[in-house]
């Protein structure tokens, strides 16, 4: 029999709140996150408003030795993981340490640290360059610093995915407890709010030029314009099902579905493939679209990729045919951290039976056929939802999680 | 900074490489090794890194392995200044 994997604990950190308890509640307040950029001097950049982290002190949540050699994007997994363990009940230091993982995604980079300290190399010569840089702003410092923490030596990775990596690593987690494991963190992180690192996001002219915090990201609205870039991030603890039963520690939901699908080169003529991973990501959840009761739905905000995502939606569940909602309009696009944050909020709705809303948006446009979820939340009985991510060319991700009878 | 001192170096270790959770930099800490301070190698590189820059003394990576205690790195630099 295959062994399911649950999830029995969240730890969240988005530009709305610090905590799963202050996410949630700024999600169902329909409080936003996104604001003119207070990080560095925003004159010289055309992208004016960003979803920025307020009020993290790293150094009051972990030990300075940690804090160091990490950046930011690290620290926020650090926080989240320890965060996920407290929800679960689980202390690491008491379990098999190679029966617990570590998967986490992130796309982005260390893009602080790294910048800091290029400008030393360049300013002041190679020795004058941290010895953590050897480490610091690599993809792969999120899971090694998280496993070093805890002790948790199983299978472990990681993915960089661009946006889909939030669900693409949780995906794999799953994989992990099926092959043995009885533990793994999982989720993305990400913050990129440095010179380099937003530079780098200025080219594939996708972000929002807006100055307005509530008028920047639209996804499916007649003014949809781009998105606005957030940070943050979110570590799920995935349990194998009868490990969580014999603790007694009560589940969110399942991880019942996952696929993944990469665009076929544009060259070829052959569309987008997001379709592949919904209908990949139900199939392997045994469930049929009439099943679903939401759809956390990836919105990227730029009306061409909107369109996208509508076909693909309307192709499986008929026009209209579900729920959806994008709570990200009140955080920005996380990068990998965006689609994990969207899975804790498809697991809360589970739990509280009531979906956040689309912050923001108001005049959905005709070419998105979608049932929208505007206003204020919508109670609703929820035991089954598919959250969509996408990353920038080409990838798609799907994950369906249900609810523990 | 002309020369360093343990205190010095303590001063570099806590507030420019961290400290862990469990670890007391206050004691005698001269002769006892890096690691069980919590010190891990690349963090050695960093306390160096950090050394040399404010001491303006040359520190090449073969000497490292020498140097494991908080005490030979100040010996360490103490006779690179006067050889200078």
């Known amino acids: ?228 870039p957030g940070e943050g991030g979110a570590i799920l603890l995935v349990e194998e099902a009868a490990s969580a039963q014999a603790r007694g520690v009560r589940p969110y939901g399942e991880i019942a579905g996952y696929a993944t699908a990469f665009d076929p080169h544009p060259r070829t003529g052959r569309g987008p493939n997001l379709r592949r991973a919904i209908e990949g990501a139900l199939a392997d959840a045994r469930t049929a679209p009439e099943d679903v009761d939401v759809v956390f739905a990836d919105g990227y905000g730029v009306p061409r990729l909107d369109r996208l995502e509508c076909e693909a939606l309307a192709g499986v569940f008929g026009p209209r045919g579900v729920a959806v909602t994008v709570p990200k309009t009140a955080t920005g696009r996380m990068y990998a951290a965006g689609p994990t944050v969207d899975l804790v909020a498809a697991l809360l709705s589970l739990r509280h039976g009531v979906i956040p809303s689309t912050l923001n948006v108001t005049a959905v446009s005709p070419d998105c056929p979608v049932d929208l979820v505007l206003g204020d939340p919508r109670e609703a009985r929820v035991r089954t939802a598919l959250v969509i991510a996408r990353g920038y060319n080409g990838f798609n991700a799907a994950v369906v999680v249900k609810a523990v009878a | 900074m002309d020369e360093l001192t343990l205190d010095g170096l303590r001063e570099i270790m806590r507030h420019c490489v961290g400290t862990g959770e469990s670890v007391n930099l206050d004691g005698d800490i001269r002769d006892t090794a890096f690691t069980d301070l919590g010190y891990d190698s690349l963090a050695v590189l960093e306390v160096v890194t950090q050394v040399q820059g404010r001491l303006g003394v040359s520190i090449p990576d073969e000497a490292l392995n020498d140097i494991e205690t908080p005490g030979a790195l100040v010996e360490y630099v103490a006779s690179q200044k006067a050889g200078a």
């Open chain 1, 1 to 228: 029999m295959t062994r399911r994997a649950v999830v029995t604990g969240l730890g969240v950190l988005a530009p709305t709140g610090i905590g799963t308890k202050a996410y949630w509640a700024a999600a169902l307040d329909g409080r936003s996150g996104l604001g003119p950029m207070t990080r560095m001097d925003p004159s010289g950049y055309p992208i004016k408003v960003i979803g920025e982290v307020r009020d993290f002190v790293p150094g009051d949540l972990l030990p300075s030795r940690v804090v160091v050699e990490t950046a930011l994007m690290t620290q926020y997994g650090l926080v989240c993981a320890d965060e996920a363990l407290r929800d679960g009940e689980l202390d690491p230091g008491e379990q098999p340490e190679y029966e617990m993982s570590v998967v986490t995604a992130n796309a982005t980079g260390g893009a602080e640290f790294g910048q800091r300290e290029m400008q030393n190399l360049y300013a002041k010569g190679p020795s004058q360059v941290g010895a953590y840089m050897a480490i610091a702003w690599f993809y792969a410092a999120n899971s090694g610093q998280i496993s070093i923490r805890h002790g948790m030596r199983g299978p472990s990775g990681v993915f960089i995915t661009d946006q889909a990596g939030g669900l693409d690593c949780v995906g794999q987690a799953r994989r992990v407890i099926r092959n043995g494991s009885t533990f793994a963190l999982s989720g993305g992180t990400d913050s990129s709010f440095s010179p380099s690192g937003l530079v780098g996001q200025i080219p594939p002219g996708l972000v929002s030029l807006s100055t307005d915090p509530d008028r920047a990201y639209l996804p499916f609205d007649v003014a949809a314009d781009g998105y606005t």
